[in-house]
Each structure stands twice: as structure tokens, then as C-alpha cells.
């Protein structure tokens, strides 16, 4: 990672934009960059670029001044820079559509990755590849922040808001549903085909061991994923199935009142994490697709991936026991508690 000659051009600088328009989790490990933005110049505005479909995670958010919505703009990203006029442009995930707007609208420092056709576009470029998967994704983001201000900045965790209305809601529903506000655990089994999975059939089995033990058990996720909800309830019948159920308002209330959460690599799982939720988030070794890159970044959250030696079962998540995923949470709820009481 290089050091860029940035002296003088700070003090100049009242508006920053952080361009992140892929999905929930990526949005989740961007958010610290945009806080180490506000440490590094507190001064300046950081506004924030993204879909439209993110915003509640944006919800009184305190790592940004502002959000621009790509839809609002018919996703005309000449039009949308030449709107928000920044003076300086993170691309943590350049796009060439993206970054080509940034250069039409003549916003004047584009910062953004050496390694891609058209980093030519980029007046600042971060020489760090992010296919060797050294680092986290936020971690990744981080280092953009510090090279161009050229200062040592700690990755904080940006915690996501919950909407009253959306609280009251959920509380409401879990209260017709019977279910106890301080003892339930959500499974999120999908993915979105995101990354490889641990079998549904494996989720059914936790959630036996979950119910076993006493805790309810409230199952998440979105309306194209209901049959893995009706696989987990073949397996344990007393699963709540909110599969389809919620919008992402009401998941995040949902979250943020739960004793733990269990789950693929997921966008619900960063919010999880940052909620401050006991978290365990399963995972392949592939490193692209690892923990290494790809893990959660809140206060109680763990990870798990297959143990093995062989080559060819590297990324078989059938090789995560169940038993060894509820010891995990246990652990952690237990350390929350602690912490809580102390």
C-alpha cells in the first residue's frame, strides 16, 4: 500500500463521496470507512452513493452526512455527481459506469484501485489487490482512507439504528406469536447466491438443539427462499417461519431484540453483528469467499469454517457440526452476558 503526497490538499476539502452500490454486507463493512473519513477531516460532508434498496441500514446513520439514492437519478452517474458535487470520490468497489461519471462530471480527486482497465480514470490510485484476500473487505476500505490522508486510522464498527415504528411492530407480532422477547435465536439459512452454503438440513438440526434447550427459534429471510424454511420445519416443527414475512426495516427490529443469530456469509449477518447480537457466521475456506475476507466485524461475533485437510472437501460445509455451532453461540451469548454485568 502506497503513501500519496496529500499535503495541503485537506484543508481544501468540504465534501467527500463514498460510492458503494453492491449489497447489504458490503454496505455494512463500508460504513467504517466513511467514519474514518469523518476522523481524518472532520470538517467535511461525507455523502454517501448508493441503492435505494440499502436505506434502512442509512437510518439515522452517524458515519455519513447525507445519501444519494442511484435509482433517484435513473442511475445517471454524470447527472448524479454533477448534483452532489464532491471534491473528492471514494470507488471501494469501482464500477466503470461509476467511475466514467465521476470523470465526465469533472469531480477533481477520484480515488479507486491501480489494477483495473480504466484506472487510468482515477487521480489517485490504491496499490493493493484485493483478490488475494489478505485482509477484510473493511479492512480493504480502510487503508483507501488512511493512503490518501496518509494517517494511521482505526476501524471502528459503524452499529445500525433500529426504526421505532418498525420496533413496535416486530414486538407486536412476537407477542401474538407467543414468543419470548429475551429468548429467541433468528436462523437466516438463504444466502441471496451469494457464496456456498451450510446445508438447510443442518439448520434444521440446530434449530432441534436450540429448541432443546429452551430457546425459541424464528426463522428469516426472503420470500424466493420459503422452502428452506419449510425444510427446517419438517425438522423442528416449533420453529417460528418468518421467511417472507418481514421487510428490512422490521428484520433489523427483529435483529436487534434477539438473545443470538446464526447464518450463511449474508447481508443480515454484518447487521447482526453490528447490532451487537451474539453472531455465527459459517463460511467456505475459499479465500475469496472466506471469514479472512468476508467476516462479520461486530463485538460478539464468531466464525466457522470446514476443518479439514483434503483438498477436494476444503469448502464442504456439511463438515460444520451443528453441536459445534450452538457451543459457538453459547459461548458468546454467555460472554455478552458477562459483559453486560460487569
Partial sequence: MQIMKTEGIAEDISRIAVVRTDRLGDMVLTLPMCAAIKEALPSAQVILIARSYVKPLLFE?????SAVFIEDFKNDFIEIFSSVQPQVVFFPRPKFNEV???FKADVPIRIGTSYRLYSILFTHKIKEHRKISLYNEAEYNLHMVET?????????????????TAKVKVIGLLDTLNIDLNNFIVLHPGSGGSTKVWPVELFGELAEILLKHGFDVILTGSKFES???QTILHKAPEAINL?????????????????????????????ASVLGIPTV??????????AKRWGP????STTISPQTTEPEKF?????VPPQLVYKELSLLISRKMTESAS
Fill in 100 to 102: 466514467f461519471g465521476a
Fill in 315 to 319: 469448502d464442504d460445509m456439511s463438515l
Fill in 61 to 65: 446513520c452517524e458515519a455519513i452526512d
Fill in 227 to 229: 422452502q428452506l424454511g
Fill in 148 to 164: 490518501f490522508f496518509n494517517k494511521k486510522l482505526e476501524l471502528r464498527y459503524v452499529p445500525i439504528k433500529v426504526n421505532p
Fill in 243 to 271: 421467511i417472507g414475512r418481514l421487510d428490512l426495516y422490521q428484520t433489523i427490529a427483529l435483529l436487534s431484540l434477539a438473545r443470538g443469530f446464526v447464518s450463511n456469509s449474508t447481508g443480515i449477518l454484518h447487521i
Fill in 297 to 300: 466485524i461486530g463485538p460478539f
Fill in 281 to 290: 457466521g459459517i463460511f467456505p475456506n475459499t479465500p475469496h469467499l472466506s
